[in-house]
């Protein structure tokens, strides 16, 4: 990934900015006095939270460190420092909930910067999680609030076994939990063709004023992880997605926070790919079929969301 990244700064002239610790205040935002005693109590400590999420000596630190460059890309944007951040932070944080750490993650670094933005005055903030498996904790922290508009497009069945289309958000957030499960096997055709046919409309119709997009690098093809086939070109349309979305109300505005993604030269390339088109660079155009044997999924999307996203046509 860094290597992947050096490359941009040379050639693109990415600007890098340290990150600095979330304060106590930004993450009791979205979690609970009781988790963050539980993690700031594996400081210097082996702890095993779960079967897959396993706390370091320094893990807390890294945890602390990462909610904190995701808040502070946020910050920088909304000031008009930089109109785009790409937030390459360790451990992930979409599966962490307000009171639980899971699967690699221990503080929802995305959520917790989609709060910040709220505190600052912001009334629509999107999140799109491209991550090969749901954000089930970013999903459970907003799904009665109708302020953030979170998009997850996931291997289904698959980890951690949330994410049904049927799950659109509770109370006065329903609708604003958008689940596009995918099957093992897509690739970039089909992944386009559903940030161009789905994601994009229903981006603009919420029109955020500022987009944040949980990056994870495991859909790629060479991941060990995950059984999608996504390439770097195919990340790189991801990203032109959010940027379109991003062009109404937000002015451009948005931050790409890293998250999963298992094989490292997969990460580097994807990250210099992506960093490309936040830098302005458009891609070639992917081509996709306006039809094909996803029809049914687009068509059950278009069921199911219709009511509450009439753009889409359902
Ligand atoms: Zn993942």
């Known amino acids: 990934m860094r290597s992947g990244l050096q490359q941009a700064e040379l050639e693109w002239r990415l600007v890098h900015v ?6 106590r205040e930004e993450l009791l935002r979205v979690h609970t006095e009781a988790h963050l005693a539980e993690i700031a109590a594996s400081a210097g400590r082996t702890v095993r939270f779960d079967p897959d999420t396993q706390a370091g000596p320094r ?27 790409f937030c390459a932070v360790r451990p992930p944080g979409h599966h962490a909930e307000a009171d639980r750490a899971m699967g690699f993650c221990l503080f929802n670094n995305v959520a917790v910067a989609a709060a910040h933005a709220l505190a600052r ?24 609030e109708p302020r953030v508009l979170y998009v997850s ?41 559903v ?51 991003a062009s109404g109300a937000a002015g451009g505005r948005a931050v790409f926070v890293l998250e999963g993604g298992y094989d490292l030269e997969g990460i580097a390339r994807s990250s210099a790919a992506v960093a490309r088109v936040l830098l302005g660079f458009a891609p070639e155009p992917l081509s996709w079929p306006p039809s094909g044997p996803i029809d049914p999924l687009v068509d059950a999307y278009r069921r199911v969301l219709g009511p509450y996203w009439p753009v889409l046509g359902g």
Not at 18 to 23: G, I, M, V
Not at 59 to 85: I, K, N, P, T
Request: hydrophobic share 45%; net charge negative.
């Open 195 to 245: 940030y161009r046919q789905v994601v994009e409309p229903i981006g603009r119709a919420f029109d955020p004023q500022l987009l944040l997009v949980s990056v994870g690098f495991d859909p790629h093809v060479a991941d060990p992880l995950a059984g999608m086939r996504v390439t770097e070109r195919g990340f790189a349309e991801l990203a032109a997605v959010c940027l379109s979305i």
């Open 59 to 85: 893990s807390y630190a890294a945890a602390l460190r990462a909610a904190g460059g995701a808040v502070d890309a946020v910050e920088r944007v909304l000031a008009g420092e930089a109109d785009r951040a």
């Open 18 to 23: 340290p990150a600095r610790d979330a304060t």
């Open 153 to 193: 497009t996931h291997e289904y069945p698959f980890y951690p076994g949330t994410g049904a289309l049927a799950e659109v958000g509770e109370g006065k957030g329903r609708g604003f939990t958008v689940n596009l499960p995918f099957p093992a096997g897509m690739g970039d055709a089909e992944y386009a063709r």
């Open 121 to 144: 005055g912001l009334e629509r903030v999107m999140v799109v999680d491209w991550d090969v498996h749901h954000g089930n904790g970013t999903q459970a922290i907003f799904q009665a």
